[in-house]
């Protein structure tokens, strides 16, 4: 069947512009995660949602990143007003219990 | 708090050669554990799991791994490697809901 998909699969931007990242889930499955990665690094995670509430936020760097899944399928990570140490693999993953299935990720890059 | 340490950054090995990829986490609960695998420009794919029952468990590919509660370890395991094998391997934690990932092992196996 199909798994999680992102879009864009890479994102270039001028600093000071927004960004919206779009997360599909596998189908039924009731959670979703938000991660990001630094090269060379391991995924540090972001946010949670257990369908459409948002469980924990904890890891959200900042206020600039939010992140929606309004109808508990799509979600959309949002970021206010880039910046170059936004720069990462932005991955997402979804989940029916304790383990996770990631989609490609997203590269965004901030100029 | 938890946390994942992965003592190897680096592990070249040649063709058909036995392997090990070492794995240490600490945790003041319980725990689920997993590996990834990330193939170049891929996203993660779940080698394997534990969750509970039997410490040792097999994953895709021929891999396998070893819960040690005693040494909280959760070291990688495969009796030969194939050149197909190269790419980054990635030990996570779970305890709530969120995975917290290690710093990650690049395996490159020679011919």
């Known amino acids: 069947g199909a798994g999680v998909s992102q879009s864009p699969r890479y994102k270039v931007t001028k600093r000071g512009q927004d960004v919206a990242l779009r997360c599909d889930p596998i189908s039924g499955h009731v959670s979703l995660y938000w991660y990001r990665q630094a090269l060379g690094q391991g995924p540090e995670f972001l946010t949670y949602?257990?369908?459409?509430?948002?469980?924990?936020k904890s890891g959200l760097p900042n206020d600039r990143f939010s992140a929606e899944r309004p109808e508990g399928s799509i979600s959309t990570l949002t970021i206010q007003r880039t910046e170059q140490r936004d720069s990462a693999m932005y991955r997402c993953a979804s989940s029916p219990g304790y383990e996770q299935y990631f989609g490609p990720g997203t590269r965004l890059t901030v100029t | 708090a938890q946390s994942v340490t992965q003592l190897d950054s680096q592990v070249p090995v040649f063709e058909e050669a036995p392997v090990e990829l070492r794995c240490n986490y600490s945790?003041?609960?319980?725990?689920?554990l997993f590996w990834y695998v990330q193939y170049p420009n891929q996203g993660l794919q779940l080698l394997l799991k534990y969750l509970s029952g039997s410490t040792l468990v097999k994953g895709i590919n021929g891999f396998e791994a070893e819960f040690n509660k005693s040494q909280t370890s959760f070291h990688l395991r495969k009796p030969s490697v194939h050149i197909s094998d190269t790419a980054e391997y990635f030990c996570?934690?779970?305890?709530?809901?969120?995975?917290?990932f290690g710093s990650g092992t690049q395996l490159t196996v020679l011919p």
């Open positions: 949602f257990n369908y459409e509430a948002q469980q924990d």
């Open positions: 945790s003041s609960v319980s725990v689920y």
């Open positions: 996570a934690v779970s305890s709530a809901r969120q995975l917290t």
